[in-house]
Each structure stands twice: as C-alpha cells, then as structure tokens.
C-alpha cells in the first residue's frame, strides 16, 4: 500500500450530538472506503492523522465522554474498521498553522509573531546598528 501525504479537512455541523456521530461515522466510512479503492493507506498513528471535534448544546458533555477510551484519550473508532482509530486533539498544528477547536486564533497568531521576531531580531542589529559620530 502506498502513503499519501496529504491533508484533509472534512467539516460537519449538526444541530444535535447524536447526528453528528452519525454524520462522521459516514465520513470516515466514506473517507476510509474511497483510499482502499485506491490503493492508499491512512496513517492514524498519533501525531499523523488527528481529529478536532466539538459538541455543542445538550448532552455535548456526555456525547463527548462517550467517545473516551480506557486510557482517557479520545478516539473516533473508524467503522468497519476494527482497532484504527483516529485521537481527537484540542489543537492541531499543520504547516506552521495552528487549529484550535474552540475557534480561537490567539495560539496562531502568537506563533506567528514569535516566528516573526526571531527572523527579525538576527537582522535589526544589522540593518539599525549603532551609527558612530
């Protein structure tokens, strides 16, 4: 089986909880069944392949609970596939950009201004060095 390095981004909104278990129950069935056809494996090892999941409303609280393991990490369990599951993660980080499940952008745009000055401490010394008299 060949690897596709790739990312997706599969988005779902549900008025209810319990729909939309069934709608990413579908989704990964889908998601799954169309990279076999093709010959391609996903990787769900943790850190790889992640998954930012919220629940909103009522029961949000145990609809979210049921989704935890016996060790106490969240997982969605692939249908139709035993043993591969995908972790359900707060925040994500692809490509320097960080994806938070609560929606905020504090986390990347703080990133990004820390890379920003670390580029450009190096240079202001140079560039507005000390002028001798």
């Keep these: ?3 596709l390095l790739t990312t997706s981004v599969l ?3 549900r008025r209810l909880g319990n729909s939309l278990d069934q709608a990413m129950d579908v989704l ?4 799954f069944d169309v990279f076999e056809n093709l010959h391609l494996e996903i990787n769900c090892k943790p850190g790889k392949t992640e998954a930012l999941l919220k629940y909103r409303g009522y029961q949000a609280v145990q609809l979210r609970e049921a989704r935890r393991c ?3 990490k969240l997982r969605l369990q692939v249908p139709g596939r035993p043993g591969i599951a995908i972790d359900v993660v707060q925040s994500y ?3 320097g950009t ?3 499940v609560d929606g905020s952008c504090f ?4 990133h ?3 890379s920003a000055m670390a580029a450009y401490a190096p240079l202001s010394s140079k560039i507005f060095g000390r002028l001798r008299a």
Aim: charged share 15%; glycine share 4%.
């Design 112 to 114: 990004r201004c820390s």
């Design 93 to 95: 980080v692809h490509l």
């Design 11 to 13: 988005c779902s909104w």
């Design 98 to 100: 960080h994806a938070n």
């Design 1 to 3: 089986m060949l690897r």
């Design 70 to 72: 016996a060790d106490g």
């Design 28 to 31: 990964l069935r889908q998601l």
């Design 107 to 110: 986390q990347n745009a703080t």
